[in-house]
């Protein structure tokens, strides 16, 4: 029945015109716009813009187009309208903030959107390859690099712990969280926001338990290093399951995991130590396979977990659920309705989700941090709805913002590696899935967020490799297909040698070379008795972080540095004792020890140029 009456709307028709709508609904405001406003860098453009009147312009216009396509077929024009809308409203942009990186994107754009109006949607069914088992010698060869990779991740990261380079933010806070949950189940931490308060007031990462009963078979910090390696080489199963299933030759399966494994955004999230982060890849893939093979336990589970993993979690829960449901009307003579309900109950759960945490952060906990998106904030709020609207009111922000100078070797680091197969489609509902990386990783002016080297690939990492083996896919002649996944391999592990590789292996290497200096630094820190209250400069707070009470001396409060029993400091961390310093000078460490010893604190423990150590008198 509910097939049936969707059979009487042209969904795809209703898509194609609303888009259509809005472009020429987008033209027109711009051009409303004072010439001085047009400028992208700014945001007085956007404040200027009426969300009001653009809305009324695209109900407008759609009615129009609507009424026309009742009079006469206007599949083809109303392409062809989307892609000269967008034309014009690109020129006006680049007129008034041109540069070359925002004129090679807009040129792309309008490639892929002249393709559609001449080719249009490919809404023939997704090919179905039957399985292929793979030789056992591929198996073997996925299961040594994953071990490879296991072992590199673990080097790298346990070598940053034992040579003494992971700070406070964020290493120093998890690892104390750890002990806490340990101790009492319960994610308290004194050394995030200088006194006691729980992890999920700042973010909601209930995920974390997961990795507790291994921290608990070895509780040191260490073991948050390694488990992380392990929960990232995890990926390297539904990815396997993923490319047979779409039907991907074993070898070609192999080489599929061996570019996740070498792609440079992926063991790079990884360089700034144990992040909740490291969860997103492989659950969104095994979300994938799920969702692919509508084993509605494993959709279930994945989802639940994702959202587990952050707040913000339920963006990349939400795209899934947008993709699958516009895939599914797009098709309506075929629609399936088990996608469809599918699709739909994971984006009311993610909705649900998203606005329930973000309203717990906002009333109980830290806030929602949302100034990584101040670019956008055009009208002085808080709200990511601003960004949004932002979109929605002047779309070339959005990919102007997307291509700053700074971005542009992220970009090459993310999609080189891919070859751009996640931008080679004709199936355009695809795109949806470049929105977690369009939104976290190159929208945002927050610098981490289009590193290489932090945590925020994980998310979009997911869909980047899902789009690869489902573009893949679509390439019918295997040996064209395996050519394509072999250059993949070939241009991500020459990355990954170049650019990872470099940056990984000095940490290892400098905790064995300089193991006995290392030693003689734990072995002093170690004089300080577990159960005593500690301030410590922060690459010490790690080693430190087994206790209930620790602050980092860089972020406390004078009354919390005085209230501790003893002051763990590294004599050269002078960026430590900048708010001690005095008259413009370098005498922040001086000043401390001064502070200390006229509050009753005496030397406790000392290596020579390296590390001091004051307790206070009882």
């Known amino acids: 029945m509910l097939k049936e009456k969707v059979r009487e709307f042209d969904i795809p028709g209703l898509v194609r015109r609303l888009i259509l709508s809005w472009l020429l609904a987008a033209v027109t405001e711009y051009c409303i716009l004072p010439g001085e406003l047009r400028d992208l ?52 942009a680049l007129y008034n903030s041109a540069t070359w990186a925002f004129f090679g994107v ?50 790298w ?23 806490n949950m340990k101790e009492s189940g319960l994610p308290m931490t004194t050394v995030e926001r200088d006194g006691l308060l729980s992890h999920f007031a700042v973010h909601v990462s209930p995920i974390w338990y997961l990795m507790l009963p291994f921290y608990w078979l070895v509780p040191t910090p260490a073991t948050l290093q390694v488990l992380q390696a392990a929960v990232i080489t995890s990926a390297v199963i539904p990815l396997w399951k993923l490319g047979k299933c ?63 993993v952050k707040e913000d979690a339920a963006v990349y829960v939400g795209v899934i659920a947008l993709w699958l449901t516009v895939k599914t009307v797009l098709r309506p003579r075929k629609m399936d309705i088990q996608n469809l309900i599918t ?13 329930l945490v973000t309203g717990y952060l906002a009333k109980s906990g830290d806030g929602v941090m949302t100034y990584r998106y101040d670019n956008f904030m055009y009208d002085g709020s808080s709200s990511l709805i601003t960004v949004i609207k932002s979109v929605f009111l002047n779309p070339m922000k959005a990919i102007y913002e997307c291509v700053d100078p700074e971005k542009l070797q992220f970009m090459a680091m993310t999609l080189l590696p891919l ?49 690869t083996v489902l573009n893949l896919a679509d390439i019918r002649v295997n040996w064209r297909r395996s050519a394509v996944v072999i250059i993949a391999a070939v241009v991500s592990a020459v990355c990954f040698a170049t650019v990872v590789l470099p940056k990984a292996i000095p940490y290892p290497r400098q905790a064995i070379e300089y193991q006995d200096h290392y030693q003689s630094i734990r072995n002093t820190l170690d004089t300080i008795p ?41 004599i050269s961390a002078t960026n430590d004792y900048k708010k001690y310093a005095t008259g413009g000078k370098n005498n922040g460490f001086d000043n401390l020890v001064k502070l200390l ?22």
């Open 41 to 92: 860098d700014s945001l007085e453009g956007l404040a200027y813009m009426s969300l009001g009147r653009i809305v009324g312009f695209t109900c407008g216009f759609a009615v129009l187009l609507t009424v026309s396509s009742y009079c006469l077929s206007t599949k083809i024009p109303e392409r062809w309208g989307i892609a000269a809308a967008f034309a014009i409203l690109g020129a006006i």
């Open 106 to 155: 807009c040129a792309l754009v309008l490639v892929i959107l002249a393709v559609f109006a001449v080719c249009g949607w490919d809404q023939t069914a997704e090919c179905v390859v039957p399985e292929k088992k793979a030789h056992k010698s591929c198996i073997w060869i996925t299961v040594g690099l994953s071990v490879a990779f296991f072992l590199f991740v673990s080097a």
């Open 157 to 179: 990261t346990v070598g940053r712990v034992y040579s003494f380079s992971s700070p406070t933010f964020d290493f120093g806070i998890f690892s104390q969280m750890f002990y």
């Open 246 to 308: 779409h039907g991907l030759t074993g070898t070609q399966r192999m080489l599929i995991c061996a570019v996740l494994l070498l792609y440079p955004a992926y063991s790079g999230g990884t360089s700034y130590d144990v992040h909740e982060n490291c969860f997103l890849t492989p659950l969104i893939l095994w979300l994938f396979y799920g969702i692919q093979q509508k084993k509605k336990t494993v959709t279930a589970v994945a989802t639940l977990l994702t959202l587990t």
């Open 343 to 355: 699709g739909l109950t994971l984006l009311a759960v993610s909705l649900g989700w998203f606005f």
């Open 419 to 467: 070859l751009g197969l996640p931008l080679l489609t004709r199936r355009y509902e695809r795109y949806l899935l470049l929105i977690p990386y369009a939104l976290v990783n190159l929208m945002s002016d927050y610098q981490y967020q289009h590193d290489i080297f932090f945590q925020y690939t994980f998310g979009s990492n997911g869909f980047l490799i899902y789009l």
């Open 530 to 570: 577990d159960t005593a209250s500690v301030t410590a400069t922060t690459f010490y707070t790690t080693h430190l972080s087994q206790r209930e009470v620790l602050y980092d001396l860089r972020y406390c409060s004078r009354e919390h540095l005085l209230e501790t029993e003893y002051v763990a400091l590294k």
């Open 597 to 618: 010893e006229e509050n009753g604190y005496s030397q406790y423990a000392k290596l020579d140029g390296i590390l001091v150590i004051y307790r206070k008198r009882a």
